[in-house]
């Protein structure tokens, strides 16, 4: 049997997981490195775990699937709640764990890349991590490149005792992101072993589809317009006001808008500011476009919140950008685009709760003007994927044969333990 890098009969095994659940952002990441790894390595299959509702619009290439696990929703008391079954929220957490396991343990990944939650949402995959630690499985934490403000991550992390699973249970921290810009674990109590496993990446780079568009697009893309965008919207109301409001006040504002509202903004608010939109002559609002990079590329400049993965696309397609960050529940927003306009990449525009339409109008005729992200060098901004891919590489190598041994040595084990129990009558 052969035992080359790209010979195996079972290919090259990644599990991602994604906690998330009415996000974008997460999802929208671990999409990029899936496909960024089966793009450049023909023996890879990559099998994303996810509680996103909207999992299945996107497309995925060939060698890259999706299992979803039920949903939740984190309600504005910072309770978590079933996002559509009728059962409680211990119950849907139970049954999470038990379809990750068990996905898990099916697939036998040879690496598994954990977003952002070291033990996931309330602690539902350590005990999949454990399992396939035993195994010999590679186990990688894949951080944003700014988590929150140390003073609200600190205790975050310890009610969470997240510090022991980067401790003993990882082999690598992957950061996207850049030192430079931020330390994402700066001003927690770091063990110096997990600090050495720390690999900045770089930005994670996007790129347009390959396959030319087929969908219907929105009328006011046919002529120079701004891009309007809040992820997935389920906090973006005060953005989407304050453009709104500008472009009421003035009718005659260099480029039109096109608003994506997000799939997550509650429906009411959706259709409130569908109406508003509809009643200007310059601006057109959406809901959702699974395709939103082709959106950007095409757009002369984006207002965002600024979340990471509208930030990568800001960065790889080399757009003017105004980000209005979020500050509540987490600084994540507010501190990358603080210092990206140090950087000089964006400008940033604060939201002071009055929302004064003069202010955003200004703000919106100076965005064409602005220099563009390429016009500042930041060396090794968006690397991120071609790191990863090298860093994922060294594991591709291992013969097949012991990856396949790995793979089958803990089922065999557990099936004789469980033998034993049975026969014990536990």
Not at 47 to 55: A, D, E, F, K
Not at 191 to 209: C, D, E, I, N
Request: some cysteine.
């Amino acid at each position: 049997m052969p035992t080359g890098t790209l010979q195996g009969m079972r290919g090259f095994r990644v599990l991602i997981y994604s906690h998330d659940t009415m996000g974008l952002g997460h999802l929208r990441r671990c999409s990029t490195i899936a496909h960024s790894l089966v793009r450049e390595y023909p023996d890879v299959s990559v099998l994303i775990l996810s509680g996103s509702p909207i999992i299945g619009s996107f497309d995925f290439r060939s060698r890259v699937d999706f299992v979803r696990i039920p949903g939740v929703i984190k309600l504005r008391n910072g309770e978590y709640t079933s996002l559509n079954l009728g059962i409680d929220f211990e119950q849907t957490i139970h049954m999470r764990a038990e379809i990750i396991k068990h996905t898990a343990d099916i697939f036998a990944p040879d690496m598994v890349i954990v977003d952002k939650e070291p033990l996931g949402l309330r602690g539902e995959i350590e005990e999949t991590l454990r399992m396939l630690k035993r195994r010999g499985t590679r186990l990688i934490l894949g951080l944003r490149d700014i988590m929150d403000d140390p003073s609200m991550l600190a205790p975050e992390w310890r009610r969470k005792n997240a510090m022991p699973a980067l401790r003993d249970l990882y082999d690598e921290i992957w950061v996207y992101g850049l030192p430079q810009v931020c330390d994402p674990l700066q001003g927690l109590q770091v063990p110096r072993q997990v600090r050495r496993r720390m690999v900045y990446t770089g930005y994670l780079p996007r790129r347009t589809p390959t396959e030319p568009s087929t969908r219907p697009l929105p009328e006011i893309v046919s002529e120079p317009y701004v891009l309007v965008t809040t992820g997935g919207g389920g906090d973006g109301e005060g953005l989407i006001d304050w453009v709104l409001r500008a472009y009421e006040a003035d009718d005659r504002m260099l480029y039109p808008a096109l608003i994506v509202l997000g799939p997550f903004m509650q429906p009411e608010t959706q259709a409130e500011f569908i109406d508003r939109a509809n009643r200007l002559s310059r601006v057109q609002a959406i809901t959702f476009d699974a395709k939103l990079e082709e959106l950007e590329d095409n757009a002369v400049g984006v207002v965002a919140m600024g979340g990471y993965n509208t930030f990568c696309e800001i960065l790889s397609f080399n757009k003017r950008a105004l980000i209005i960050p979020r500050t509540r529940p987490r600084m994540e927003q507010f501190i990358r685009a603080s210092r990206a306009q140090e950087l000089g990449l964006v400008k940033m525009l604060e939201d002071d709760g009055k929302r004064d339409a003069e202010i955003m109008g200004k703000a919106l005729r100076e965005l064409p003007y602005q220099n563009r992200p390429r016009d500042v060098i930041v060396p090794g901004l968006l690397e991120g994927l071609d790191n990863v891919n090298r860093l994922v590489e060294p594991w591709l190598s291992e013969p097949t044969m012991t990856r396949e041994a790995a793979r089958e040595q803990a089922p065999a084990k557990k099936s004789a333990a469980d033998r034993a129990k049975a026969s014990s009558g536990d």
